[in-house]
T-cell receptor, first 113, second 111 residues
Framework: EAGVVQSPRYKIIEKKQPVAFWCNPI?????LYWYRQNLGQGPELLIR????????DSQLPKDRFSAERLKGVDSTLKIQPAELGDSAVYLC???????????FGQGTRLTVV | RKEVEQDPGPFNVPEGATVAFNCTYS??????FFWYRQDCRKEPKLLMS???SGNEDGRFTAQLNRASQYISLLIRDSKLSDSATYLC????????????FGTGTRLTVIP
């Protein structure tokens, strides 16, 4: 069975440019998370979806970040415009239900220069 | 205050040693608990869930103390391949119902 798939694996952009990340969760998993992880830190939640509904986006910097999960399957996370401080690994995870153990994709390593 | 606190380490132990990590959580409404393992430049991977009665998976034993709000992970007979960062994860079902991660404890097993 395929795991969580994310793309791209790596992205280097100049500041003020837009960037988008894509995630395909494990089939049948209703809960989808986007996390951001900085070096030496644990993942920090950005947004959680239950099917197509964003049920918790309190940690998402809404002035520049946006996310969507159309049809309750794939999800995209967008940053526009990117700032130097956005450099991090962006991880997507999914679980069968909220509160259950989540499975992560390989992440997108973003470098903003 | 962070939801989950861990000693970042590093823990450097010889092969064959027993090592234990602790983690504390701040919200008494926490319901589910997990340990994840993360290798360098890789994604976190679910190691094991933590149950109230304690649970064991091979050389790994997880314990939960709800009264003191801490979780532990014990690794017996450490292998070189156990070298990684171990992340403590807590689900708080009241309100957010999200998974909160600690900063991780780094383990290096030395030959």
């Amino acid at each position: 069975e395929a795991g969580v798939v994310q793309s791209p694996r790596y992205k280097i952009i100049e500041k003020k440019q837009p960037v988008a990340f894509w995630c395909n969760p494990i089939s049948g998993h209703n809960t989808l998370y986007w996390y951001r992880q900085n070096l030496g830190q644990g993942p920090e939640l950005l947004i959680r979806y239950e099917n197509e509904e964003a049920v918790d986006d309190s940690q998402l910097p809404k002035d520049r970040f946006s996310a969507e999960r159309l049809k309750g399957v794939d999800s995209t996370l967008k940053i526009q415009p990117a700032e130097l401080g956005d450099s991090a690994v962006y991880l997507c995870a999914s679980s069968f239900r909220a509160g259950g153990g989540a499975f992560f994709g390989q992440g997108t390593r973003l470098t903003v220069v | 205050r962070k939801e989950v606190e861990q000693d970042p380490g590093p823990f450097n132990v010889p092969e064959g040693a027993t090592v234990a990590f602790n983690c504390t959580y701040s919200n008494s409404a926490s319901q589910s608990f997990f340990w994840y393992r993360q290798d360098c430049r890789k994604e976190p991977k679910l190691l094991m869930s933590v149950y109230s009665s304690g649970n064991e998976d091979g050389r790994f034993t997880a314990q939960l103390n709800r009264a003191s709000q801490y979780i532990s992970l014990l690794i017996r007979d450490s292998k070189l391949s156990d070298s990684a960062t171990y992340l403590c994860v807590v689900n708080i079902q009241t309100g957010a119902n999200n998974l909160f991660f600690g900063t991780g404890t780094r383990l290096t097993v030395i030959p």
